[in-house]
T-cell receptor, first 113, second 113 residues
Framework: AQTVTQSQPEMSVQEAETVTLSCTYD???????LFWYKQPPSRQMILVIR????KQQNATENRFSVNFQKAAKSFSLKISDSQLGDTAMYFC??????????WGAGTKLIIKP | NAGVTQTPKFQVLKTGQSMTLQCAQD?????MYWYRQDPGMGLRLIYY???????DKGEVPNGYNVSRLNKREFSLRLESAAPSQTSVYFC????????????FGPGTRLTVL
């Protein structure tokens, strides 16, 4: 069975600091996709970043970047220059060959002023 | 372009009552999904539809039925609601899985008393 594990239930950092959220996964498939989603208090699920497993280059999206370690099955999210609006739940997800998403339990990120 | 819409946004039911959650997307996507989100957990897949006319069970299908009415609409029905079905329900759709991601509706908060 495929699994996604987020080991940090909650994190808190000061505004403008850099924070890294951890995610590990397990799959036997060779081709898959990994995602980070943000869920603010509004409940809306917002895509933060996407990574194709066959690409070695780490994805980046403005202040958001990932460290994708395929052999270690690790997919961490780094947020640089954190902002108050980054406060949210962050979910790591794996898309399998059936195009279904398997989700981690989430990390609650709090950015303090 | 509304994306993915869900109705209703909130609903309170008594045990044993039935209801249908509606979902529609205007992005011409083939695949649609229903998830539930419980406190402290990621999303869990209830049912999905890879294309018009097909539906398949996900991780937690018991107590639910679905209908893929046409390419745009995918409804979720609770025939006899139970308190264990108190949750937030999300509908999602997926375009080209090679280049895209799942787009989510705003969610329905359902309480079963």
């Amino acid at each position: 069975a495929q699994t996604v594990t987020q080991s940090q239930p909650e994190m808190s950092v000061q505004e403008a600091e850099t924070v890294t959220l951890s995610c590990t996964y397990d799959t036997s498939e060779s081709n898959y996709y990994l995602f980070w989603y943000k869920q603010p208090p509004s409940r809306q699920m917002i895509l933060v970043i996407r990574q194709e497993a066959y690409k070695q280059q780490n994805a980046t999206e403005n202040r958001f970047s990932v460290n994708f370690q395929k052999a270690a099955k690790s997919f961490s999210l780094k947020i640089s220059d954190s902002q108050l609006g980054d406060t949210a739940m962050y979910f790591c997800a794996l898309m399998d060959s059936n195009y279904q998403l398997i989700w981690g339990a989430g990390t609650k990120l709090i950015i303090k002023p | 372009n509304a994306g993915v819409t869900q109705t209703p946004k909130f609903q309170v039911l008594k045990t044993g009552q039935s209801m249908t959650l509606q979902c529609a997307q205007d992005m011409n996507h083939n695949s649609m999904y229903w998830y539930r989100q419980d406190p402290g957990m990621g999303l869990r897949l209830i049912y999905y539809s890879a294309s018009e006319g097909t539906t398949d069970k996900g991780e937690v299908p018991n107590g639910y039925n679905v209908s893929r009415l046409n390419k745009r609409e995918f409804s979720l029905r609770l025939e006899s609601a139970a308190p264990s079905q108190t949750s937030v329900y999300f509908c999602a759709s997926l375009g080209d899985p090679l280049t895209d991601t799942q787009y989510f509706g705003p969610g329905t908060r359902l309480t079963v008393l």
